[in-house]
DNA sequence: TTTT
DNA sequence: TTTT
């Protein structure tokens, strides 16, 4: 209702399973990230090519993060509709740094399911039911990601 | 016309005049900065708040590009619409950074303008005459810029 | 939260002052039309073309609707986020017709308001002032393209 | 590249297989129709409620044409990216009459495929190999809401 | 750095 | 880390 309007949505797939966690003030928060990938074919080489973007997601909307909660794992196909924020942060060394996440908030955030990957000999269709946190599943029949010290691979 | 989508439309306020460079290869490459404000009134103290999120852009798109080069500048309203994309570099001690950028591709990118401020004492409508670059004007009124350090207040 | 979405983004020039009624239940619903224009150059005449679309939109969001009837008027350039809803009428000859809207609903709805076209000589900048209704006014220089008779043009 | 903006997005299942036609010039134009379903709870009654909004799809571009030829059929979930049109044309009796269609265009305009929905048994990944059109298949065990009667209900 |  |  101003002058100003800031969206970003993106349908992509879910790199790992979302982390929920709880503020002091009790409230849950979601985050997770996105893959969007792009392919084209190359005009010098003629090779086809690849390039996969990582959207880091975070929702501070109660009803979204209770689907997320229930509904979204890694390998989802989901689409956000949210706003960029940029957060500062302080590295190890002291050093100012800046993280883009795309925010899902109280008004205008959105999250649409798209479904899971098919074909996986899965037994039940999990968008339906709640899933087990904290338990030993593997995700899916997906690999379990290849090991925890992922975020220092992950640029924010 | 694949399984992902990625889209982020920003509408709000140029910071400061584009930059507009030339690559080896030729192409032409615009970036700007793009503010977007939110005001709301606190629950507890009743104040009224606000907060301004800053937007990195930066165009490949020749045609829209020419666009800004001619009609954006310090001060403009602009709507663009583009893909998130994170790009990593090295800062100067050596250390990986990440800045997320509005990319404006070739295709789906887009530019839409939006007007000047009014009532600033300008005589003619700027946005329908070319602008003259490199020359001494003060644009549309406002304070200059503070100083030549400002990138090192940007947080990309 | 569901697995489905719908979004229309229309950033055009306001047709007619808007319409305020209120519906027996006392709420206040706000409808104008939206005029979107686009030029391009015919490939093989090679001529300029243009064409304008018009949009209707309604509003049912209390808050928008407010500043839609305190700062939108005939020629205003606003944004409007919205659905697309397709509702049914009879006409006079009792035919079924059906009318498709952009539809502003309380949330992820949202009006932004780019400012008027400007160098009409108006001494006030009105978008900050609330607008005389009824007035004989004739707003900011800006024709919708077609006279005033743009109700039998207009498709709604 | 101008003042305006226009643009719709739709994600949502398609209500039946698409229709491909040729135009005399030889240009494939495919067309469906989408389905946004909504529940919420009635504040009064407190009732779950649901409404299902249908929107016409029309595409114009070769490339995303060719996609919903093979890969799009009755119950695919998909989103398209595109603009509103209205079209007139005269029905029966002679009166104008007035339709508004999603346009996936040249530029800008977009479709995702999002899956089909799971569960039905399928055998195949039906999303990665080419669809047997004519063939006497049901869908993917989605229904569109109202049997087959389709055409009667859909104002368009 | 913008704007309201 | 995802997916195709």
Known sequence: MAGHFSQTIILGNVGKDPEIRTTQGGQK????????????????????????????????????????????RKGSKVQVVGQNQTRKW???????????????????????????????????????????RNSQQRSGGWDAPSGDNLDDEIPF
Chains 1, 2, 3, 4 share one sequence.
């Open 29 to 72: 928060v979601a985050s997770f990230t996105l893959a969007t990938s792009e392919t084209w074919k190359d005009k010098q080489s003629g090779e086809q090519r690849e390039k996969t973007e990582w959207h880091r997601v975070v929702c501070w909307n109660e009803g979204v993060t209770s689907v997320i909660e229930r509904f979204v």
């Open 90 to 132: 302080t590295d190890q060394s002291g050093q100012d740094r800046y993280t883009t996440e795309v925010v899902i908030k109280r008004f205008g955030g959105d999250l649409v399911l798209c479904g899971e990957r098919g074909g996986d000999g899965g037994s039940s269709p999990q968008q339906s039911q709640p899933r087990q």
